[in-house]
Nanobody, 127 residues
Framework: QVHLVESGGGLVQAGGSLRLSCAAS????????MGWFRQAPGKERDFVAGINWSGGRTAYADSVKGRFTISRDNVKNTVYLQMNSLKSGDTAVYYCAAQPRSTIGDLYTQTQAYDYWGQGTQVTVSS
């Protein structure tokens, strides 16, 4: 069982930065593929970034490449999403997701690949 709690969301002006954190409970965090997704009002939940066990493999949606960075600290059981050069189009609820049933090289971009989800944190970018 994995319990995820996101934090770090808020209101920021366009061009600004935020860092989201996702704290995980459970002994399987260090062996879990992790991901960040976002959902804007009236839209589907979309992939933002993913990372494997060790943090050596990452993947990003084209819309955030070069602006967002996913990382993890397996000692603190936390995954991060550093968001720079924010745009109004980044406004959404951001969700953290975990898949403990993964192997060391795995990372996933599909929502259905993840078994556990956090409650979400709101990010609002004003133009």
């Amino acid at each position: 069982q994995v319990h995820l709690v996101e934090s770090g969301g808020g209101l920021v002006q366009a061009g600004g930065s935020l860092r989201l954190s996702c704290a995980a409970s459970g002994r399987t965090f260090s062996m879990s593929a992790m991901g960040w997704f976002r959902q804007a009002p009236g839209k589907e939940r979309d992939f933002v970034a993913g990372i494997n066990w060790s943090g050596g493999r990452t993947a990003y949606a084209d819309s955030v490449k070069g602006r967002f960075t996913i990382s993890r600290d397996n000692v603190k059981n936390t995954v991060y999403l550093q968001m720079n050069s924010l745009k109004s189009g980044d406004t959404a609820v951001y969700y953290c997701a975990a898949q403990p049933r993964s192997t060391i090289g795995d990372l996933y971009t599909q929502t259905q690949a993840y078994d556990y989800w956090g409650q979400g944190t709101q990010v609002t970018v004003s133009s």
